[in-house]
């Protein structure tokens, strides 16, 4: 079994939730273990969040926001076998070029941080993650994947 779906999201809020209730009823219909879902949806909320966050564009110098920013962030899922590989591109500045980016391991948050958990998490669920920047372009691209495991009655499983 292998399917794919992308989705092109605004970057507001609202864009969270949407994409992480897409992701658990696919994992769901797919016959996908629900712990596996519920940890990949927090993942993906969690990138889908900094997509929001940290996905415009860079301010003026004079502190005005560019008028050109597409506002947008993209989505994709694929499920091939037993793996899933989620993939959260977006079109803002990209990881700073020293602390994060191209596979190196986040840092660990404090435990009583407010920020900086987010790439944390992704790592810890994830089997596999990377966050780097589009070559040319510009842009983040968070991705990461993980081995599926399956409910006994899923529907997929036997097709
Ligand atoms: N999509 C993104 N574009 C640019 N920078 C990002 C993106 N996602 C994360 N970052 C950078 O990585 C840092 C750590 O992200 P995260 O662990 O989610 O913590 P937080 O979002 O709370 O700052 C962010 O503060 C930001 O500097
Ligand atoms: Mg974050």
Request: proline share 6%.
């Amino acid at each position: 079994m292998s399917i794919w779906w992308s989705l092109h999201l605004r970057r507001e809020a609202a864009s969270v939730p949407l994409a992480r209730r897409l992701l658990l009823g696919t994992m769901e219909k797919a016959g996908v273990d629900p712990d596996i879902s519920y940890d990949l949806s927090v993942a993906l909320s969690e990138a889908c969040a900094n997509a929001v966050e940290h996905g415009g564009r860079a301010a003026h110098p004079d502190g005005a926001h560019s008028c050109a920013s597409p506002g947008g962030f993209q989505v994709t899922a694929y499920l091939d076998g037993d793996m899933c590989r989620i993939e959260v591109a977006d079109s803002g500045p990209g990881f700073p070029a020293v602390g994060h980016g191209h596979g190196r391991p986040a840092r660990t948050p404090d435990l009583d941080a407010e920020h900086g958990r987010g790439l944390c998490l992704i790592r810890e669920i994830a089997d596999h993650a990377s966050f780097g920047n589009r070559p040319g372009r510009g842009g983040a691209v968070v991705s990461f994947d993980k081995i599926l495991k399956w409910r006994t009655d899923a529907p997929l499983v036997s097709a």
